[in-house]
């Protein structure tokens, strides 16, 4: 639910920003999640006793020293308005895959059984940009199984290959073949 409403606030925030000031504020919202998982940064955000006004001022002069435009002073005026500033992590998430759209540069997930170089990596990470048509950031996750695969959620590819699959197709093509 909290990434639908992300959605459409960086939805808004997009069409009155430009691009240079889209990373600017995709700087000050990382800052933001960042301090959001710190506790009691979280209390006082979420705190009913703490005014809204007083929270704007908290996280524009305390935590962003500030050092922001004024969109982004309205953005989170506005969030604290409608009692969202719990929505950091997601408003972050949000803008970082809308930058990487513009750009066309997406992070793809590769979820393998063992380790791999960097050579390797680089190598996967070519083909499929080229593959795609798109700029490609890979980055490996190991996990306790025999098989490979990546995703590109952004894109909403997703490529794999069992080992075990694999087994049991070639059985189930002996067997037929009989």
Known sequence: MKD?????????LAKTASDIELKEIAESLSKLAGAYKI??????????YVEEKQK???ILGNILDNNFNKKFANFIKVLAEHKRLDLFEELYNELSSYLATLNKEYIAQLIVGESYNEDVLKEIENKFSKKL???LLLKQ???ANSG???IVEDLGVEVSFSQE????DLKSHIL???
């Open 39 to 48: 506790t009691k940064f979280r209390e006082i955000v979420e705190s009913p």
């Open 165 to 168: 699959k694999f087994v049991n």
């Open 148 to 150: 490979i695969k990546l």
């Open 176 to 178: 037929k073949a009989f």
């Open 141 to 143: 996750q190991i996990v």
């Open 56 to 58: 704007t001022e908290f």
């Open 4 to 12: 639908l409403i992300a959605k459409r606030y960086i939805k808004a």
């Open 133 to 135: 048509g798109v700029n």
